[in-house]
């Protein structure tokens, strides 16, 4: 378990000039809206132990020279719990981060919603859900930082329902808290690392690099830019490959720079995002973030060379759906023999997966850049190219099928899968001719710049 901080505490890590917002007068009944016998004496005790009136503190503040609206979580106030006067401060913080286009960061740490009011408490999550919808409509970031606990309403909405959403190591983290789960659950399936590794939580931050990754975070998501990423420079073989076969292996050549090398080239820093958020990561297989490319923000999203899995399309889905929101460019780099084709995908919904991500290049509304740079395997590749817009290096191929395979379904032998990659037309020069990519980039023709 991480150490449990207070509200104040949490926002002394992020910040130095944090001002509270004014929050709106609620009249209630005596002991609330169920009139809970011992409720007010309860909140007055909590009041007296904390310091707050409330289990929530809201107000703005600058995060390593970035103005947002911070909400900070008080534990010791009833759990953390969400109640009416919680949903107001909320609300009023919500509010003024649209009214002064400013981005919201979440510090939580919360049981869920407060007993003492029942329903009416419980609704506040839909409430907390509508301001959060207004934000995104309104193109602003939102970033949660889950504290220990994050359980609850609170987990479903501030936190699995920002745009990113950091913990802090060993923070517990789940819907169902420790005292409602099954007597057998496991509980290092409730911890901040379990939830990166289903998708739900993009990274693990210590608390003492949170101001600075925070910083980073805010710098990169409220960038926006109208002008395209340009493709990256070429970092592999020069001159284009004489056969089809050629073009194959120097693709697959364990020797060829990777993702991870053109992504180190062309940002001075970057900041990675992980999972789909429907229960799946694929890290070794689809690199998905934001960074800094000549003084401004781009949004990527990369294939590693591996057969990409579904929550690995999904992933880059969830990804190009959130530049776009914001108004930021993306760069895409395909590198895949196809799609994974076992069991496992098939039960995780490849083809759902890779139409989601077809969908979400062909609907953005920002510009998008694809730049292959080694294998280009069917439609698990094309579905991260942008139309128009797709480049290739000399050191890369583009396929309806790998020549293997169009071999074997033409009822050729192995001896013929040479020609039969000629035959498909698959070198980048030949990409070019046929109109499918705009140019090789260091090649001869239409030579990116």
Not at 16 to 44: K, N, Q, T
Not at 125 to 152: F, H, K, N, W
Not at 245 to 269: G, I, K, N, Q
Request: charged fraction near 20%; include cysteine.
């Amino acid at each position: 378990m991480t150490e449990r901080r207070t509200a104040r505490e949490a926002l002394a890590l992020v910040t130095e000039d944090f001002a509270e917002l004014p929050y709106p007068a609620r009249d209630s009944a005596p002991d609330g809206p169920l009139a809970w016998h011992g409720y007010d004496a309860s909140r007055a005790r909590a009041a007296e132990r904390t310091g707050e009136e409330e289990s929530v503190v809201c107000g703005t503040a600058t995060v390593e020279g970035t103005r947002a609206v911070l909400i900070a979580f008080e534990f010791g106030f009833l759990g953390g719990s969400l109640g009416e006067r919680t949903g107001d401060r909320l609300e009023t913080a919500y509010t003024c981060a649209r009214a002064r286009r400013l981005p919201v960061v979440a510090l939580v740490a919360t049981g869920g919603s407060r007993m003492q009011e029942g329903m009416s408490a419980l609704t506040q999550l839909q409430r907390v859900a509508r301001q959060s919808i207004l934000t995104r409509e309104a193109g602003l970031p939102q970033i949660a930082v889950l504290r220990d606990p994050t359980t609850g309403g609170g987990w479903a909405t501030l936190g699995a329902g920002a745009d990113v959403t950091l913990a802090l190591p060993g923070a517990q983290v789940g819907f169902a808290g420790s005292r409602v789960r099954p007597p057998d659950a496991d509980p290092a399936a409730y911890t901040a690392e379990a939830q990166v590794v289903a998708g739900s939580v993009d990274a693990v931050v210590r608390p003492e690099e949170l101001r600075q990754s925070l910083g980073c975070w805010l710098r990169l998501l409220t960038a926006p830019s109208t002008a395209p990423a340009p493709p990256p420079r070429h970092l592999g073989t020069t001159g284009p490959p004489t056969t089809g076969w050629d073009a194959v292996r120097r693709a697959r050549s364990p020797l060829r720079p990777c993702a991870e090398a053109y992504l180190a080239a062309y940002f001075t820093h970057r900041v990675a995002i992980s999972g789909d958020r429907c229960g799946g990561a694929d890290p070794d297989g689809m690199l998905c973030g934001f960074g800094a490319h000549e003084g401004r923000t781009v949004a990527y999203a990369a294939q590693t060379g591996a057969a990409t899995r579904p929550a690995g399309y999904r992933t880059a889905a969830r990804l190009i759906r959130l530049a776009d929101r914001l108004g930021i460019p993306v760069l895409t780099l395909v590198d895949t023999p196809g799609a994974a084709n076992d069991a496992d995908a098939e039960r995780q919904g490849v083809g759902a997966a890779i139409a989601d991500l077809f969908g979400a290049v062909a609907g953005a509304r920002v510009p998008v850049t694809t730049l292959v740079v080694g294998e280009g395997g069917s439609g698990g590749a094309l579905a991260l190219a942008a139309p128009g817009n797709t480049w290739a290096t000399p050191d890369s191929y583009f396929s309806v099928i790998a020549p293997e395979l169009a071999a074997a379904i033409l009822k050729r032998g192995p001896e013929e899968v040479e020609a039969t990659a000629d035959q498909l037309r698959i070198r980048p020069q030949d990409l070019v001719e046929l109109g499918v990519i705009r140019g090789v980039v260091g090649g001869p023709s239409g030579s990116a710049p």
